[in-house]
């Protein structure tokens, strides 16, 4: 589980880490509480869950769709339409890209021919300091069984790539990362020839 304990720009824009406490943690999230001292000498408690990195896979098939599943959201009590994705928090150091192929294993039943790095993003940057990568996967096969957790209610649902883009900028997919995922990799389906890696991105 990721630690940001060191802050260095919060230090430069002026916030002092005072302190720190750990409320409550689990397999899945910390939430971390921290006394901060602000510019001008203001004193705040600052609470947000610590998460590890995940993944948000968009998975294209070789006819043209995209594999999108719809889960059940306890939270919200709702059936959202999503993309599969996951945590690295029980991948035991495993590489990003085979979280991903774990991923799409066990959510769709799927394998991917090529899979290409697009970008990262934070989910909730007031909440918490969980980094999601988002991967397009190409050249996708259903060709497994689903192997669910006992938490995971999914169902499968395939769309053409227009349709499944149009929802998410209409609001159909209600699920924030997983619309912004759809978008940030629309530019890119049909064009990836390699496989991108995190680190290529600081050459850009």
Not at 3 to 19: C, F, I, T, V, Y
């Amino acid at each position: 589980m990721s630690q940001s304990d060191g802050k260095p720009n919060g230090a430069r824009a002026g916030w002092k880490l005072l302190s720190s406490k750990t409320r409550f943690e689990n397999h899945i999230c910390r939430l971390r509480e921290d006394e901060v001292e602000l510019e001008g000498g203001k004193k705040i408690d600052y609470a947000y869950f610590e998460r590890d990195q995940a993944v948000i896979i968009v998975p294209v098939t070789a006819n043209g769709e995209i594999v999108m599943v719809k889960q059940y959201r306890y939270p919200v009590d709702e059936w959202c339409l999503e993309v599969p994705a996951g945590g690295t928090h029980d991948s035991c150091e495993a590489s990003l890209e085979d979280v991903v192929r774990k991923e799409l294993r066990e959510e769709v039943g799927g394998t991917a021919t090529s899979l290409t790095y697009v970008d990262f993003f934070f989910s909730a940057n007031s909440m918490t300091d969980e980094k999601c990568h988002v991967y397009l996967a190409e050249g996708v096969e259903l060709v497994k069984e689903q192997k669910t957790e006992a938490s995971e209610s999914i169902k499968l649902q395939l769309m053409p790539v227009e349709k499944a883009m149009e929802l998410a900028r209409s609001g159909g997919v209600k699920t924030g990362p997983c619309a912004l995922a759809l978008l940030m990799c629309e530019p890119l389906i049909g064009k990836s020839d390699r496989q991108r890696t995190p680190d290529d991105l600081l050459e850009t």
